[in-house]
Structures are given as structure tokens and as C-alpha cells.
């Protein structure tokens, strides 16, 4: 009969260990020491012996340089009795150096309102201002308004990607993943070097580097199919000195040109859902619809936008755009038409 095992818990994100060391950092005076931390800190607790402690080791040095980029002022205390080695040097943050400025103080309500802010700011722009702002106001402590709890955009990732590429990205490793693009039968698996994950559009997409074609690809986390495998190192000679910020904001870049040369124009209903979410510039025909014209980056991903919104929308061009839309409102209908005996 075999053995019951106990299910291994999920390891914590890099910003909840992050944020753990911190909390743990800002509550001492004289300091941690490594050993310390991997003791008790959640996130490093655990890993022990070989390669678990290399990494261990590794995970933690990249902690500490992107707090510090983030203005979290890490310091290092040496032991007197053996300046420079760092298995009994100290670690702590001062709190004096992480506070909001004197004479700033926030009420409950004001704190929760801040907190919601920083979160739309940090899912949406995946900035290191954004970042910064979301630690500080959850190591202030205060108690936030309960009524506004409830309010909280739901902007987090739901696809399964995102967490395995998130930790590829942290640790330099490569992954492969079975990836499904319309038009094509199967799902065809790519070997890529991921790079960073962008929010455009309202999806999150992986910058990488597609080993198999040999250039920069970009891939939209809701048509990868299958769990994203670790496959080995990356070639850190590929892109020395290169942060996952600087590969995001170039393919934000990329988008936002692509969205500037691709465009579409529509129809919408006046008054109507809509006008509202997809509004730009408005024509003045007394008409009950509107002319508006949208960039766009996936004509896919458009068309299912579009067809969401039913009869509220005509698509004036460009035409393959309203024959994927067409062919989604058509398949809606059959498939809720009522078959006969």
C-alpha cells in the first residue's frame, strides 16, 4: 500500500518574499544575519544543503539589489571581530529611512484609498514607483477602512502562465510551453528565454527570446495551453546588463506603434455600453450611431471585444476585421438556436 504524502505548499511570489524580508528587516535594531533570515523568513525557510542552498543564496542576493533599486535602504552592519565576511555581517532596514515624510499622516479611509491606487498603478504599469509606493503603505501598519475592502480592482493574473514564467524570469531559466495561435490545428510547443511579462490591452503578454526561430517573440499568456517547463540556464551573453523593466517598456514601445499603424474604424451605438468603453474621437452626424476609429495590436483579440458588445457595434474596416467579427456573432447564434425534433 503506498505511502500517503504530505502536499508540498506552494512557494510565496517574489514580492511576498520580498515583502516578508522586509517586514522582517524593519523590526530589528542590531540586525540579521543570513542565517537569520533563511530561519525564519518566508520564502527562504526550508531550502538547506546543495544546490537548494545555492539557490537559496543566489535568491536572496537578487532580494536584496532589487529592494535597494527600489529605494529600500538595505544596510549591512560587518562584525567587528571579522570585517568582510558576510555569513556574520548583519542586515537590517532603518526604519528612519523608510517612512513617509515628517508631518504625513493618513486616516483609515485615506490609507485604503492609497493602497487601492497603488494596486491598479502596480497591476497595470508593473512599475518600480508603483512597487515602491504598495510596500510603503502596507509597512505603515495602519488600519484601512473596512467598507472599501470590497472595491478592490480585480486585476490580477488569472492565467496559469503567469506565476512559472514570473519565476523563470527571477531565476534565469529557460521554458518551454504549448502555445495554441488561431488558424493553426494543434498547439505547437515554443522553447523560448523568457524576458519580461507586459499588461497591454487588457492581457498580459511574455517578451521573450524564441529559441527555435532565433528572435525576440512576444506571446499572449491566454493562448499558452500547458504549464511552462524549466529547461535549463539562460545565455547570460545574450542580453548582458538587460533588467525585465528595460524589455518591458521597449515592447510597451513596440505595441504602442503597432497600435498607431493598425487601425480600425467603427460604428457605435449612441448612448449605448458600447459608446462608453470603446469611445474615442466622436463624429457630429445626427445618427444614432458613432464613428470612432481604434488602434489595435491583435486583430483577434479585437474581434472578440467587438463581438462581446453584439448589435452595438458595426466594424467599417479594415474588412478582415468584420469578417472575424461576423463569423463570432454567427457561431453565437447557432450555437443558442433552438434545435429542431
Do not use: C
Request: aromatic fraction near 6%; avoid cysteine; charge should be negative.
Amino acid at each position: 500500500m503506498a505511502s500517503e504524502r504530505t502536499p508540498r505548499a506552494k512557494a510565496p511570489s517574489a514580492a511576498e518574499r520580498q515583502f516578508s524580508l522586509v517586514l522582517a528587516l524593519l523590526t530589528t535594531e542590531r540586525g540579521l544575519t543570513k542565517s537569520d533570515i533563511f530561519e525564519t523568513v518566508h520564502g527562504y525557510s526550508g531550502d538547506s544543503g546543495g544546490s537548494a542552498a545555492t539557490a537559496r543564496e543566489k535568491r536572496f542576493e537578487r532580494d536584496k539589489t532589487e529592494l535597494r533599486d527600489l529605494g529600500v535602504p538595505v544596510e549591512v552592519i560587518d562584525d567587528p571581530s571579522a570585517p568582510g565576511n558576510n555569513q556574520l555581517a548583519r542586515y537590517r532596514v532603518p526604519r528612519g529611512g523608510f517612512s513617509m515624510p515628517a508631518g504625513l499622516e493618513f486616516d483609515a479611509e485615506e490609507t485604503a484609498l492609497l493602497a487601492l491606487a497603488a494596486q491598479v498603478w502596480r497591476e497595470g504599469s508593473v512599475s518600480q514607483e508603483s512597487r515602491r509606493g504598495l510596500m510603503k503603505l502596507k509597512a505603515l501598519g495602519e488600519s484601512t477602512s473596512e467598507d472599501l475592502v470590497g472595491v478592490a480592482p480585480r486585476l490580477r493574473a488569472r492565467d496559469a502562465a503567469f506565476e512559472p514564467l514570473s519565476t523563470a524570469i527571477e531565476e534565469g531559466r529557460l521554458v518551454s510551453f504549448s502555445y495554441a495561435k488561431p488558424g493553426e490545428e494543434a498547439a505547437r510547443v515554443r522553447r523560448v528565454e523568457p524576458l519580461a511579462l507586459v499588461f497591454a490591452d487588457a492581457n498580459w503578454l511574455l517578451v521573450s527570446y524564441d529559441l527555435d526561430r532565433a528572435s525576440e517573440r512576444m506571446f499572449l499568456l491566454a493562448r499558452i495551453v500547458s504549464t511552462p517547463r524549466p529547461l535549463g540556464a539562460v545565455d547570460t551573453t545574450r542580453y548582458p546588463g538587460v533588467t525585465p523593466e528595460q524589455h518591458a517598456a521597449r515592447a510597451l514601445d513596440t505595441l504602442a506603434e503597432l497600435a498607431r499603424r493598425q487601425r480600425a474604424r467603427l460604428e457605435v451605438r449612441e448612448g449605448s455600453d458600447a459608446e462608453v468603453r470603446l469611445r474615442s474621437v466622436a463624429s457630429t452626424a445626427d445618427t444614432p450611431w458613432r464613428e470612432i476609429e481604434l488602434g489595435y495590436t491583435d486583430v483577434d483579440l479585437l474581434a472578440n471585444r467587438l463581438a462581446s458588445f453584439g448589435s452595438e457595434v458595426r466594424v467599417l474596416e479594415p474588412e478582415q476585421l468584420a469578417r472575424l467579427v461576423e463569423a463570432r456573432l454567427t457561431e453565437v447564434v447557432s450555437d443558442h438556436s433552438e434545435v429542431a425534433p
